[in-house]
């Protein structure tokens, strides 16, 4: 049973510290996404790639987030330095045609 | 650009009672159309799509159907169960690109 995987699953930190979220997408997925999740925001798209290729990351503060895909097995979204308001559920998500799944979400609490 | 506006929640129902969840959306082209559903604590899933005109989509006792000519694709079920009770999302996509969510509509089942 294929899944997407994400580590870690839940994270506190303090302000100014540097956060790392990695996801493990189903193999042979070639699309991948993460999303933030806040009660106020819902669900936001933050970046995708395809075939490891950032295709949009609009949705992202270029000046703290960055995302990268070093590898087609992992995908990793970084926050430096991080800040109170970053505080949500950050999902990954893989895609095949006309499906996306989505791991099991890092919730991050930075104080 | 493409959107997805889905009524507000929260809706509460009563166990058995039925379930509609009215989901309209506006698309440049011809995309492929979602419901997911978000389980507490987890990530998102997929329930039922439909990639056509007409296309019913349907999974676990729920249904939704394509119509193109009221843009619309409400969910719907006969009788719903407490453990239904989740957060349900529709979307728009188009293959192997991102996929545009709406807001979420969060639903509650009494016993």
């Known amino acids: 049973d294929a899944r997407v995987t994400q580590t870690p699953r839940d994270k506190v930190t303090e302000m100014g510290q540097e956060v790392t979220m990695r996801c493990q997408p189903i193999?042979?997925?070639?699309?991948v996404f993460w999303y933030r999740q806040t009660m106020m925001q819902g669900l936001e798209l933050l970046a995708y790639?395809?075939?490891?290729?950032?295709?949009?990351d609009s949705g992202m503060p270029k000046d703290r987030f960055s995302a990268e895909m070093p590898d087609a097995t992992l995908a990793t979204l970084k926050i430096q330095p991080s800040e109170p308001r970053d505080s949500a559920v950050y999902f990954c998500?893989?895609?095949?045609?006309?499906?996306?799944?989505f791991g099991p979400g890092t919730r991050l609490t930075v104080l | 650009g493409d959107s997805v506006t889905q009524m507000e929640g929260p809706v509460t129902l009563s166990e058995e009672a039925f379930l509609t969840i009215n989901c309209t959306y506006t698309a440049t082209g011809y995309p492929s159309l979602f419901w997911y559903v978000q389980y507490p604590g987890e990530g998102l899933q997929l329930l039922l799509k439909?990639?056509?005109?007409?296309d019913k989509g349907s999974n676990k006792g729920f249904e939704a159907t394509y119509r193109k000519e009221t843009t619309s694709f409400h969910l719907e079920k006969g009788s719903v169960q407490v453990s239904d009770s989740a957060v349900y999302f529709c979307?728009?996509?188009?293959?192997?690109?991102?996929?545009?969510f709406g807001k979420g509509t969060r639903l509650h089942i009494l016993p």
């Open positions: 979307a728009l996509g188009y293959r192997d690109d991102k996929i545009i």
């Open positions: 193999l042979g997925h070639n699309t």
């Open positions: 790639f395809r075939n490891r290729a950032p295709l949009d």
């Open positions: 439909a990639t056509k005109a007409d």
């Open positions: 998500a893989s895609g095949s045609p006309n499906e996306q799944f």
